[in-house]
């Protein structure tokens, strides 16, 4: 490389420290970091992976990788890999002849039918500590790597901790923010009613009756909302390590029903539910995905006018499933649709009488993603909503 290649490739490396320190939406960030690291080296495929601190494994964050699907939900482990190698170590490793490596760990990319011959890894480093690693495989050109590829994959790597660093606290104060905003509204109820029943020796029993009852059921809302919250942390932070294994869909979703029908009976609503006789199997975690269809029902009984119903039937694609969970309910306005899978969002108007979080469907959403699976929602105001889980067979 000449002088002049050099002082490009530095100003190209500047330009991309400058947008990516600007960039908080973590998931296009280290897309694009692994966009121009593959670039940059003349590679054929780059990749991040970050180290979970929980489990002690490698997971991949983020790759250039045509089975990308398949590698994002694979972990790597310390031990044995060369991912592992440089984060144990912290220091780069540059290895021109795989076939011959005791440290390659070959599972993901039998995944993904891919032949690895050689890789360059850098740590990515914040302070003293390695987070995970980037790293580059197989050169487009002849010979070993060179020495500008590590310098360019340990530029590109400092400006990715960086900002990996920046964007995971950013996410945590913002979400903090949004949680001490939502509990502000029970808490605030809760305190005022009891001082008033505290201060107030002269309240009729009628009042304090109801007084407690208010405290009561905010008390209990702030319950469901700690709990409902504690869930979503764990889901995000342990995504990808749901314990996957072959699943009746069918047995899911009738065990999801019987929990349910107890509360349904209450409301006297009419809870339907026609499955198939012959067994669908899908790989699931089955816990997580009974919790999927607990949240829909329930939803579809708590929104819905008394004596109404609540169908379940399933449809057979080629290669996906969808559950359909359609009620007979207040519904939902077609603009608030988009929002409803957001956190802490409830469509105001319905939430005097009912209780909730707003984090059911964000947590329901959470899960089918970490399926590789989707939900929509179709509804028409004062008529009904359909819930449609797409899952792949
Ligand atoms: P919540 O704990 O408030 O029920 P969810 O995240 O489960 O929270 O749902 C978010 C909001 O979407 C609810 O507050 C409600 O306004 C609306 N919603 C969810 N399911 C239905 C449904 N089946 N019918 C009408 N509205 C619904």
Redesign the pocket.
């Known amino acids: 490389m000449d002088s002049d290649q050099k002082i490009a490739r530095l100003e190209k490396l500047l330009e991309i420290s400058r947008t990516l320190s600007s960039n908080l939406n973590l998931d296009s960030l280290l897309a694009s970091i692994v966009d121009t690291a593959k670039q940059m080296t003349q590679t054929e495929d780059a990749s991040i992976l970050l180290l979970d601190e929980g489990t002690g494994s490698l997971y991949f964050e983020a790759t250039t990788s045509l089975g990308r699907e398949a590698l994002l939900s694979e972990s790597v482990p310390l031990d044995g890999s060369a991912a592992g190698w440089i984060v144990t170590q912290g220091r780069p490793l540059i290895l021109d002849n795989l076939q011959k490596e005791k440290r390659h760990y070959e599972q993901p990319e039998q995944k993904v039918d891919f032949v690895t011959r050689n890789l360059v890894g850098v740590p990515l480093q914040v302070k003293d500590k390695t987070i995970g690693v980037l790293e580059v495989l197989n050169s487009k050109s002849e010979g070993p790597f060179s020495d500008d590829n590590l310098d360019t994959l340990t530029i590109l790597a400092a400006a990715a901790a960086v900002a990996i660093e920046n964007a995971r606290l950013f996410e945590q104060s913002d979400q903090i923010a949004t949680i001490v905003h939502e509990l502000r509204t029970p808490i605030t109820s809760i305190v005022g009613y009891s001082e008033l029943l505290l201060k107030r020796s002269n309240i009729d029993p009628q009042d304090k009756t109801a007084f407690i009852e208010i405290i009561n059921r905010e008390a209990e809302q702030l319950r469901l909302m700690v709990n409902n919250f504690l869930d979503l942390a764990r889901l995000e932070t342990r995504r990808r390590h749901l314990k996957i294994v072959p699943t009746c869909l069918n047995n899911i979703i009738s065990d999801a029903v019987r929990l349910l029908m107890p509360q349904a009976e209450d409301h006297a609503i009419d809870l339907r539910c026609a499955l198939p006789d012959q067994p669908i199997n899908i790989l699931a975690d089955p816990q997580y995905l009974k919790r999927v269809f607990i949240?829909l029902i329930s939803?579809?009984i708590?929104?819905n006018y008394p004596s109404g119903h609540v169908d379940i039937s399933i449809v057979q694609h080629h290669t996906t499933i969808d559950v359909l969970i359609a009620?007979t309910?207040?519904?939902?306005p077609p603009v608030l649709l988009n929002h409803?899978f957001d956190k802490f969002?409830?469509?105001a108007d319905?939430?005097e009488s009912?209780t909730?979080?707003?984090?059911?469907?964000?947590i329901v959403k959470e899960i089918l993603e970490a399926h590789g699976g989707t939900i929509r929602a179709e509804?028409v105001q004062g008529h009904g909503?359909t819930?449609t889980v797409t899952l792949p067979l």
Do not use: W
Request: charged share 10%; aromatic share 12%; no cysteine.
């Open positions: 949240n939803n579809a708590k929104y009620d309910g207040v519904g939902i409803i969002y409830r469509v319905q939430q009912v909730g979080s707003g984090l059911g469907l964000a509804s909503s819930f």
